[in-house]
Nanobody, 110 residues
Framework: VQLQASGGGLVQAGGSLRLSCLAS????????MGWYRQASGKQRELVAH?????RFTISRDILKKTVYLQMNNLKPEDTAVYYC???????????????WGEGTQVTVSS
């Protein structure tokens, strides 16, 4: 199983970015997909609409094995490596396991 994220980059404060993450490989079923981020020197944290003050929106298309992260009104403190995560079962009766993408860098300049 591979998770490939794309869409990161450098953006000015107040700008927007849209990240995408596609799961591929031996996948029987996906339970959920989401995003985490890790800033330099900090722990990895869950990215959510509620914790971003409504600036971030996560959408999922499980049939397409894709999760998106729309980030608006970006702030310098949003600078981090963004990781996608998926809970995937590789077969009938197989447990759901957490898989991680390699991460994509988002840098917000002031």
């Amino acid at each position: 199983v591979q998770l490939q994220a794309s869409g990161g980059g450098l953006v000015q404060a107040g700008g927007s970015l849209r990240l995408s993450c596609l799961a591929s490989g031996s996948i029987f079923r996906i339970n959920d997909m989401g995003w985490y981020r890790q800033a330099s020197g900090k722990q990895r944290e869950l990215v959510a609409h509620s914790t971003s003050g409504g600036r971030f929106t996560i959408s999922r298309d499980i049939l397409k094995k894709t999760v998106y992260l729309q980030m608006n009104n970006l702030k310098p403190e949003d600078t981090a490596v963004y990781y996608c995560n998926a809970q995937i079962s590789q077969g009938m009766g197989y447990p759901f396991m957490h898989y991680w993408g390699e991460g994509t860098q988002v840098t917000v300049s002031s």
